[in-house]
C-alpha cells in the first residue's frame, strides 16, 4: 500500500516538475529543482517500501560482480572528483564493482540540482545537474524491472558504440 502512494506522489511531482516549470526554469530554476528533486525522493522512498528499509540498504550498497555501464561509471567518476577529490586510478577500479558509488551518485545530483538551483541560481548547472538526476532516477528505476539492468546495458552499449563509429576515429 505504502509502496504504490509512495510511487504515485513521486510521479505526480516528477510529472508536475515537468509539466508546470520545466517552461520557466529559466525565471524560477529552484521551483523545478524542489518538485523534481521531492519527486524522486518519493520514488525512492516507494522502493524502501517495497523491500524494506534494511533491505533497500543493503541493495543499494551491495557488490556487483558485473561490469558497470557508461551511465554508473561516469556517476562514480563524478562522485569521486568533486566530492572525495581524487582521480586515482587504482580508486576508481576498486569502485566499478560496487553499486554504493553509483547509489552516492544519485543522491548527490539530488543535493546538488538543489544546491546549484537554490544557491547558486545557476541555470546551467541546474539543467546539468536534473539531466544526471532523470538518467540516474530512470537507471534505477528500471534496475527493479526483471531483465531490466541487462537490457539498460545492453542499449547504453549499443549507444555508447553507434557514438563512438559515428563520431570517434
Known amino acids: 500500500?505504502?509502496?504504490g502512494l509512495f510511487l504515485a506522489?513521486?510521479?505526480?511531482?516528477?510529472f508536475t516538475s515537468f509539466a508546470l516549470f520545466l517552461p520557466v526554469i529559466v525565471l524560477v530554476p529552484q521551483k523545478f529543482a524542489i518538485c523534481f528533486t521531492l519527486g524522486c525522493g518519493f520514488i525512492i522512498a516507494s522502493f524502501f517500501a517495497l523491500k524494506g528499509p534494511k533491505n533497500q540498504l543493503a541493495h543499494m550498497s551491495s557488490k556487483e560482480v558485473l561490469a558497470m555501464p557508461p551511465l554508473e561509471i561516469f556517476m562514480a567518476c563524478?562522485?569521486?572528483i568533486l566530492w572525495l577529490h581524487t582521480s586515482n586510478p587504482f580508486f576508481f577500479s576498486s569502485i566499478f564493482l560496487q553499486r554504493l558509488p553509483f547509489t552516492l551518485g544519485f543522491i548527490g545530483s539530488m543535493v546538488g540540482t538543489l544546491y546549484v538551483s537554490m544557491v547558486l541560481h545557476s541555470y546551467?548547472?541546474?539543467?546539468?545537474?536534473?539531466?544526471?538526476?532523470?538518467?540516474?532516477?530512470?537507471?534505477?528505476?528500471?534496475?527493479?524491472?526483471?531483465g531490466g539492468s541487462t537490457g539498460l546495458k545492453f542499449l547504453s552499449s549499443s549507444l555508447t558504440s553507434?557514438?563512438?563509429?559515428?563520431?570517434?576515429s
Open 124 to 146: 546551467f548547472l541546474s539543467v546539468l545537474f536534473s539531466v544526471i538526476q532523470v538518467l540516474a532516477l530512470a537507471y534505477y528505476a528500471i534496475s527493479y524491472f526483471p
Open 162 to 168: 553507434s557514438v563512438m563509429r559515428r563520431f570517434g
Open 1 to 3: 500500500m505504502y509502496f
Open 78 to 80: 563524478l562522485f569521486s
Open 9 to 14: 506522489t513521486g510521479v505526480f511531482f516528477v
